[in-house]
């Protein structure tokens, strides 16, 4: 069982930062926060051993459909909802090394590709 989130354990944070010249609508931010934390939680089952057990199907892509711990989900450090929009979310390391997850991020949109 994965540890509760804790910023005492080894973590990495992301900063994403939109562009000042757009103005993107709801839908399209939606969407994006939506397909960044499948690209996250579908590479984190793919690459993390407490997970070998899973099994993708096509209910990856619904919103219960990725059974991960509190510990190992995106958590949100920081949301500026202005334009442009800023976002920074922490990831907790745990069970997991930082040379894997971002050589499984290739395979896991190849994988999101090959499902829908």
Request: charged letters at 25%.
């Amino acid at each position: 069982m994965a540890e509760d989130f804790s910023l005492r354990s080894p973590f990495a944070r992301i900063a994403l930062l939109g562009d000042e010249e757009s103005f993107p609508t709801l839908r399209e931010v939606a969407n994006f926060l939506y397909d960044f934390n499948l690209v996250y939680e579908m590479t984190r089952l793919a690459v993390d051993k407490r997970y070998a057990d899973f099994r993708f199907s096509n209910n990856v892509f619904y919103r219960n459909g990725r059974p991960l711990e509190d510990g190992d989900l995106l958590h949100v450090e920081k949301l500026v909802k202005a334009s442009p929009i800023e976002i920074n979310v922490t990831l907790q390391f745990t069970g997991i090394g930082l040379d894997g997850f971002v050589a499984a991020v290739v395979g896991t949109a190849t994988l999101i590709t090959t499902l829908k």
